[in-house]
């Protein structure tokens, strides 16, 4: 079945480095751009980051543009956060998601969610 | 920030009718994404392109975007239906995702 398995999360001082993973299986992840989506506790959900599904194109939220960087490896089915420079407002359940429409990239909807990774960077 | 305003809360009695809005100067210019998340889970689309509702999705939800103004109708509300619901667009000035802060629907 169609699936989204998030993984790297931990608890990291501020201004270290992390990397998130998402593993997608059940679909042919090359044809779909990806987007993470964080939410910090007690919070609503907060868009981080898109990626076209061929990695040609990059979309940031102001607060983590220059920050972090989202990348993906077709050949493994894997989508990347790599996140520079931790604050404790990073602190959040990071999903991965993926855009509805095959080769689409911006203005469609997230149609398959992972479960999500959990990020805590102490104040 | 496109900003997206929705309701902190809303409460409809079962078998009633549940609307929640999400407000946003032209709105309706845009197309509007709801997601429904439940305590706990990860979110999930159950109205796209303003209206449309994915495979999987009860007829009970629906969606329209209009002016300034696009509501998610949940009608013969279930108990199973408690949630937090959240809109979304495609920011096309910033290029980036806006989503709206959320309504927690209660089912009395």
């Known amino acids: 079945q169609v699936q989204l398995v998030e993984s790297g999360g931990g608890v990291v001082q501020p201004g270290r480095s992390l990397r998130l993973s998402c593993a997608a299986s059940?679909?042919?992840?090359?044809?779909?751009?990806m987007h993470w989506v964080r939410q910090a506790p007690g919070k609503g959900l907060e868009w981080v980051a898109l990626?076209?599904?061929?990695?040609?194109?990059?979309y940031y939220a102001g607060s983590v543009k220059g920050r972090f960087t989202i990348s993906r490896d077709n050949s493994k089915n894997t989508l990347y956060l790599q996140m520079n420079s931790l604050r404790a407002e990073d602190t959040a359940l990071y999903y991965c998601?993926?855009?509805?429409?095959?080769?689409?990239?911006?203005?469609?909807?997230?149609?398959?969610w992972g479960q999500g990774t959990t990020v805590t960077v102490p104040s | 920030s496109f900003v997206l305003t929705q309701p902190p809360s809303v409460s409809v009695a079962p078998g009633q009718t549940a609307r929640i809005t999400c407000g946003g100067t032209?709105?309706?210019?845009?197309?509007v994404h709801w997601y429904q998340q439940k305590p706990g889970q990860a979110p999930v689309l159950v109205v796209c392109?303003?209206?449309d509702r994915p495979s999987g999705i009860p007829e009970r939800f629906s969606g329209s975007n209009s002016g300034n103004t696009a509501t998610l109708t949940i009608s013969r509300v279930e108990a199973g239906d408690e949630a937090d619901y959240y809109c979304q667009v495609w920011n096309i000035i910033s290029d980036h995702v806006d989503f709206g802060g959320g309504t927690k629907l209660t089912v009395l």
């Open positions: 392109d303003d209206g």
């Open positions: 990626l076209s599904y061929d990695g040609s194109n990059e």
């Open positions: 032209n709105l309706g210019s845009r197309s």
């Open positions: 998601a993926r855009v509805r429409n095959v080769a689409a990239t911006i203005g469609y909807a997230m149609d398959v």
């Open positions: 059940g679909f042919m992840f090359s044809t779909y751009a």
